[in-house]
Structures are given as C-alpha cells and as structure tokens.
C-alpha cells in the first residue's frame, strides 16, 4: 500500500512561487505514475502534472505549461512541484497521487493512491 503525503502549500500573491513536496511511503514496483491534480471549490478535480516514474518524462496541463515543473528524487520517494508565476486561478486544494499501468496522462479517476491534499491560495 502506498502512503502519499503532501507539504508545501501557503499563501503566495499573484507571480510568486510554490514549490509542494510529496513524500511516498514506499514506492512498489505497481506504481509507474505520480502526479499532481488540483481542485478548485465546486471544479472538478484536474491533472496538473504527472511524471513516468521509471523515465522521468513528463506531463503537464495546458493551463500550467511554462510556469510549473514536476520532479522526482527516487532517493527520497519524493516528488515535486515547482510553481512559478502563481495565478489566482491556480488556487485550490492540491493533492498528490499515484497509480501503475503504462499510461500517465489519464483522469483523477485513474488513480488510486491519494494524499491528504495542501491549500494553495494566490491573491491578486
């Protein structure tokens, strides 16, 4: 069973910057993605960023792309995401997830191992 917990989020003003950290508690040979999704209140939950365990490649959202940078330390378990150029409309409960199967870019529904979620706010 894989354990996810995040840290990192805050209030940051409108160009600023964030970076989560989500720690694993084991990452077993089943899980081939981790990734961040987010949820704004009455949204539904969207894929922000996720990234091939094995080969480090990468998959963003289009609304994130050029300001956000997912990665990975296998030493630490841990996964990352570095948000740059903060929007209001990037607030929202951000959670960390992870699943196997060979394909990343699929749905929140797609995953199965799931934090607790950080609030990031950013004001205008």
């Known amino acids: 069973q894989v354990q996810l917990v995040e840290s990192g989020g805050g209030s940051v003003q409108a160009g600023g910057s964030l970076r989560l950290s989500c720690a694993a508690s084991v990452y077993t040979s089943s899980v081939n993605c981790s990734g961040w999704f987010r949820q704004a209140p009455a949204k539904a939950r969207e894929r922000v960023a996720t990234i091939y365990t094995g080969t480090l490649s990468t998959i963003y959202g289009d609304s994130v792309k050029g300001r956000f940078t997912i990665s990975q330390d296998n030493a630490k378990n841990t996964v990352y995401l570095q948000m740059n150029s903060l929007k209001p409309e990037d607030s929202g409960m951000y959670y960390c997830?992870?699943?196997?199967?060979?394909?990343?870019?699929?749905?929140?529904?797609?995953?199965?191992?799931w934090g607790q979620g950080t609030q990031v706010t950013v004001s205008s």
């Open positions: 997830a992870a699943k196997g199967g060979p394909w990343c870019g699929g749905g929140a529904y797609d995953y199965n191992y």
